[in-house]
């Protein structure tokens, strides 16, 4: 798309050298950018990798899990006074690194209290940053996916998957989600593009080379 912009602009075209680690490291900037501050210490010990009680994910009392992502003050103070522990765990407490263990301890008994669609109903219109960790099922009957028409159905109807986004305007996009193919149902219609001669195509589906619709 940049290459098509570009060329839009002025009038050339060029070479594109694509790769896929390329392309996977650049995803990483963020963390290469933060990597001696927010990402200095092992694994699992920052404050965006479950290190901090306040950014992190607990089971509740039916198995259920409720994620948690309370990093500005506001946030925190919301957080830890709808848990019910905001006298024992203050907001001067939240960057108190020393304490997090007690604090994760502290959090992880208290969700184990209540069912998943109790705190859910506590943290409901909140602004703690707290939100149950739904199944693919839930999440296609739930209020806010409905009312936004984040899913849609596939072309025979076989399954839901996500709408387009983002939305625009005055140029809306017409989603239209095709079935993903079966197993080998284009194998045959690619072999004849490169050239092979359906006789061949034919011998190589008896005997199970290729995988497809009988010719």
Not at 14 to 36: E, H, P, R, T
Not at 196 to 207: G, S
């Amino acid at each position: 798309m940049l290459a098509l912009y570009e060329r839009h602009s002025s009038g050339r075209g060029q070479v594109i050298d694509s790769a896929m680690v390329d392309g996977s490291l650049y995803l990483s900037s963020f963390i290469y950018k933060n990597k001696n501050t927010l990402f200095g210490a092992p694994r699992g010990k920052n404050l965006l990798d479950s290190g901090a009680p306040f950014y992190d994910t607990y089971m509740t009392k039916d198995g259920g899990y409720m994620a948690v992502g309370a990093i500005e003050p506001q946030f925190f103070n919301e957080f830890i006074s709808k848990l019910g522990i905001s006298d024992q765990i203050g907001p001067k407490d939240q960057f108190d690194v020393a304490s997090w263990d007690n604090h994760r301890e502290l959090i992880s008994f208290t969700f184990r209290s209540k069912t998943r669609n109790e705190w859910e109903q506590i943290f409901d219109h909140t602004d703690a940053c707290v939100t149950p960790v739904l199944s693919f099922d839930e999440l296609s009957h739930h209020q806010h996916a409905l009312d936004r028409r984040l899913l849609i159905q596939n072309q025979d109807e076989s399954q839901l998957e996500p709408n387009a986004a983002p939305r625009l305007s005055r140029t809306s996009a017409t989603q239209v989600i095709k079935c993903s193919p079966q197993k080998g149902e284009h194998n045959v219609l690619l072999s004849q593009e490169i050239g092979y001669a359906d006789d061949l195509i034919q011998q190589l589906l008896d005997d199970n080379v290729l995988i497809g619709p009988k010719l």
